[in-house]
Each structure stands twice: as structure tokens, then as C-alpha cells.
């Protein structure tokens, strides 16, 4: 399986702030997802992102609040803009085991946020 | 709307002790069923199932899919402290979305 590092780890951020969270695959991979997980609960997939095209999201999130690059298929970002209390979660990226086997994805480590 | 649902949410035995995991979902054009396990931050792909009556076997783990009521059961046999953790189920649908499942805590003591 695809080696996947995240950075940062960890951060404690201010509200009204920004943080963009860097997604990093050790193999070329078409499709990679980021997921949001609150506190006490599950896994939310917030978009899709595919190298050269617009990231596809879900209800509930929108891209000027979350944007997110792909510039190439190694690499992804997510920010998450204008913080507030209530983006205090897990945030993971996640990328397909292989073409042809989306639902097989792998996780990076998680970038754990705290907005104060 | 695809639907997850775990049982039990949570779960404490002994060292040694057998422990049956419970996933049932709904989800419209069903591709696979998914078993994470979660210690931290980053779940741990355990199995993947498409197809009912099979049985995936790693170690002392094993899983089983039935298609048709809409269920499976993740087994963990003579549990161990380092099994303690979060399992979760993900079920995948034909749009590569994976839903999840709140998850079950697993404390295992010893």
C-alpha cells in the first residue's frame, strides 16, 4: 500500500485563522479524499480531489471555507479558512488502493486541529 | 442517504476473550464493506468485502459479508491489550464515497 504523510501533525490555531494541511503519497494516485472526524464521532468525507480538475464536494462543505489543490498526483492540500471553535477535528486524507478500487482507500496519519 | 450503523458502540473484555462486531448499513449501488481499525488519529485498513459468505481471515481477525441482510460481523478471537482500539465499518458506493459507522470501542484489559 501507498506510503501517506501529513503535515502538520498537530496544531493549536486562533479563530479567524487558516491552516492548510499538506497531503504527501510516495506513488502517483488518481484519486485522494480528505475526511473530517469531530470529536466523538466518525469519519465525514469532505471532497474528492483529482489531479487537474476542480475538487468535488459534499453537502455540507463548500470550497471557500475548504479549498483544496491538486497540482500534481502525489501531492494534495486542504485549507481550512476562517476558523472557529467548531473545526476542532481530525483531518485525513485518504488516497484509493488502485485504479479500478476506490472504495479500497488508505489514510495518512491525520492532522489533529484545535481551534482556541 | 447512505446509513452505517455500528453495534455496540462500545465494548470492554478480558485478555483472551472472543469478541463479535456488529455493521449493518444501507447505502444505494453497494460496492464493498469496509473494516478500519483506529488507534489515535489514522485507521488501519483491516478488509475489504464484496461478496457474501466469504470470510477474510488475517490472524486472529476475520470478517464476514452478507449481502442480503445487509450485515456483517468483524471476529477478533483470543483478544489481546494491543487490540484496543476503535473499529469502524465503511461501506462504498458506486461514487467512491465511503460512508462510515460511528465506530466501536474496544477495551481490551488484561
Known amino acids: 500500500s501507498a506510503v501517506i504523510s501529513q503535515k502538520p501533525s498537530r496544531d493549536i490555531c486562533q479563530r479567524g485563522t487558516s491552516l492548510t494541511i499538506q497531503c504527501q503519497v510516495d506513488s502517483q494516485v488518481t484519486m485522494m479524499f480528505w475526511y473530517r472526524q469531530q470529536p466523538g464521532q466518525s469519519l465525514t468525507l469532505i471532497a474528492t480531489?483529482?489531479?487537474?480538475?476542480?475538487?468535488?464536494?459534499e453537502s455540507g462543505f463548500v470550497i471557500d471555507k475548504f479549498p483544496i489543490s491538486r497540482p500534481n498526483l502525489t501531492f494534495s492540500t486542504l485549507t481550512v479558512s476562517n476558523m472557529s471553535p467548531e473545526d476542532s477535528s481530525i483531518y485525513l486524507c485518504?488516497?484509493?488502493?488502485?485504479?479500478?478500487?476506490?472504495?479500497?482507500?488508505?489514510f495518512g496519519p491525520g492532522t489533529r486541529l484545535t481551534v482556541l | 442517504e447512505d446509513k452505517v450503523v455500528q453495534s455496540p458502540l462500545s465494548l470492554v473484555v478480558h485478555e483472551g476473550d472472543t469478541v463479535t462486531l456488529n455493521c449493518s448499513y444501507e447505502?444505494?449501488?453497494?460496492?464493498?464493506l469496509l473494516w478500519y481499525k483506529q488507534e489515535k488519529k489514522a485507521p488501519t485498513f483491516l478488509f475489504m468485502l464484496t461478496s457474501s459468505g466469504i470470510e477474510k481471515k488475517s490472524g486472529r481477525l476475520s470478517s464476514i459479508l452478507d449481502k442480503k441482510e445487509l450485515f456483517s460481523i468483524l471476529n477478533i478471537t483470543a483478544t489481546q491489550t494491543g487490540d484496543s482500539a476503535v473499529y469502524l465499518c465503511a461501506v462504498g458506493g458506486s461514487n467512491y464515497k465511503l460512508t462510515f459507522g460511528k465506530g466501536t470501542l474496544l477495551t481490551v484489559n488484561p
Open positions: 485518504s488516497v484509493a488502493a488502485n485504479q479500478g478500487s476506490y472504495n479500497e482507500q488508505f
Open positions: 480531489a483529482n489531479q487537474g480538475s476542480e475538487a468535488t464536494y
Open positions: 447505502v444505494t449501488n453497494f460496492r464493498s
